[in-house]
T-cell receptor, first 113, second 115 residues
Framework: SQKIEQNSEALNIQEGKTATLTCNYTNYSPAYLQWYRQDPGRGPVFLLLIRENEKEKRKERLKVTFDTTLKQSLFHITASQPADSATYLCALEGSGSARQLTFGSGTQLTVLP | GAVVSQHPSRVICKSGTSVKIECRSLDFQATTMFWYRQFPKQSLMLMATSNEGSKATYEQGVEKDKFLINHASLTLSTLTVTSAHPEDSSFYIC???????????FGSGTRLTVV
């Protein structure tokens, strides 16, 4: 069965540094890979989507890479701020009739002032 | 941007009673909505997919007679937890695909506690 692993359950970094989160998957060939932010007691918020034929996507301080050979995505937050502290979820999505999300367990990021 | 309004945000009910959770797409039409359940410190698990005007599709292991889903209009999907038991206590979240299926918009979630 398909499996998604986010390598760190928790990650602490200093304000201003770049946070790098990892998402690895097995037994799946997603058409899309997405990253979401979830704050405690709230629903996830969509951040970025990258397609299987794309290598990198950027949005403001966020960058996502997607390596379908390694079956891995890296999610970077540059110039991190305490307000970036949250749980970040990686999600895979198929295509056609299989367009639904399968989530990883998340990485709780804490940016220390 | 797209907004999915979910109510109630919190509900406490007695064991054996039923609870209805509503999700409304406020500024767009959602022909498809997804319902998830999230236990503490765990990720979101897809329960079912609701399609406007047709029966919901349930994931393996999810009891369709216990978790009743209705998607009667293009802006409203409801999840009813019937004969709730303490093990049904969880965080329930709905979502709808964004325009062009470019990501998804999630509701704010419903914290259900069954006592």
């Amino acid at each position: 069965s398909q499996k998604i692993e986010q390598n760190s359950e928790a990650l602490n970094i200093q304000e201003g540094k770049t946070a790098t989160l990892t998402c690895n998957y097995t037994n799946y060939s997603p058409a899309y890979l997405q990253w979401y932010r979830q704050d405690p007691g709230r629903g996830p918020v969509f951040l970025l989507l990258i397609r299987e034929n794309e290598k990198e996507k950027r949005k403001e301080r966020l960058k996502v890479t997607f390596d379908t050979t390694l079956k891995q995505s890296l999610f970077h937050i540059t110039a991190s701020q305490p307000a970036d502290s949250a749980t970040y979820l990686c999600a895979l999505e198929g295509s056609g009739s299989a367009r639904q999300l399968t989530f990883g367990s998340g990485t709780q990021l804490t940016v220390l002032p | 941007g797209a907004v999915v309004s979910q109510h109630p945000s919190r509900v406490i009910c007695k064991s054996g009673t039923s609870v209805k959770i509503e999700c409304r797409s406020l500024d767009f039409q959602a022909t498809t909505m997804f319902w998830y359940r999230q236990f503490p410190k765990q990720s979101l698990m897809l329960m079912a997919t609701s399609n406007e005007g047709s029966k919901a599709t349930y994931e393996q292991g999810v009891e369709k007679d216990k978790f009743l889903i209705n998607h009667a209009s293009l802006t409203l999907s409801t999840l009813t937890v019937t004969s709730a038991h303490p093990e049904d206590s969880s965080f329930y979240i709905c979502s709808a695909p964004n325009r062009g299926w470019y990501g998804y918009t999630f509701g704010s979630g419903t914290r259900l506690t069954v006592v």
